[in-house]
């Protein structure tokens, strides 16, 4: 090994991890820029004859169906029409609606997905009994789901952003329940026997020893069950019909037909999503090392 090849290793041995995620996750965005402007350059240059095969593709990749990236991001920072406000700022006002039934879905759904996954673990019965059902709900394609949860909200005379909130509520249990079960059955049967020797009763056990030990599974069903959330809202807000939120945005902007609009709407609810994943990572860090100190 070179000395220059020595000194880029220990510089980047050096690096924290957040700073190597961060560089990860611009090294990814980079490529994935060069291949959508070369695709766009190979595409015009042979008629939209895809290299190595004879798929045709019409029309060609042009700016009007696969505008330039940068065109994308700038589309942020002009107006959505003629003397109106800024793409970004409208697209921000509806990230945020959306992200405010999402939370409210996640909490939820979290809750929902914590208990059912306690159940579990405390009675095999009652995880024979009902986890294929958890399961099974999950086939259910969400687009039909969401309709009827409204029409049932608006019935029951449910806020509309609350039937919104119970769709994202759906997608979210499910990782968590799976999760948690795992998690709480991780400790060492040498841990469990340890505890049961010290007379400690099964909340004590639970609390002191299992969630704990469960709080890296439980993280990951969370980080999951975030983006799924904003998924669920954006769906729910279609049948609700929401002019607020990103679904609006994202079905205006689809009907216009200008993709530069609807890629920026895309990109923003892209940008949503990793906000609220970066917010339970944040927790994760403070609750883990803190579980980690009290060990």
Known sequence: MTDASADVVATTSRWSPRVRRIMGFLGVLVVVVVIWELYKVVGKALGGVVPGTE?????????????????????????????????????????????????????????????????????????????????ASQTVPIIAIAPMVVVWGGK?????????????????????????????????????????????????????????????????????????????????????????????ALLEFSQQFNAEKLLAAILMSAIAGILFVGIVTWFEHRLVAAAHRQE
Do not use: C
């Open 55 to 135: 798929l045709r593709l019409r029309p060609p990749p042009d700016d009007r169906i696969m505008p330039h990236t940068w065109d994308v991001v700038l589309q942020l920072f002009r107006p959505v029409r003629r003397n109106g406000e800024l793409t970004v700022l409208l697209l921000g006002k509806a990230a945020l609606f959306t992200l405010r039934e999402a939370f409210v879905g996640f909490v939820v759904g979290g809750l929902v997905g914590f208990g059912l996954g306690v159940a579990f673990v405390r009675s095999t019965l009652a995880e024979r009994a009902f986890m294929p059902y958890v399961v």
């Open 156 to 248: 029951l005379d449910i806020p509309q952003w609350l039937s919104v909130a119970i769709i994202a509520a759906y997608l979210t249990f499910f990782p968590v329940t799976i999760n948690t079960v795992r998690g709480l059955r991780s400790p060492a049967p040498t841990a469990m026997e340890m505890m049961r020797s010290y007379a400690a009763s099964p909340s004590q056990v639970l609390w002191k020893l299992q969630v704990p030990a469960a709080l890296p599974y439980i993280f990951t069903a969370l980080k999951v069950s975030a983006t799924a959330s904003v998924i669920g809202a954006i769906v729910g807000e279609l049948p609700a019909g929401f002019r607020d939120g990103l679904a609006r």
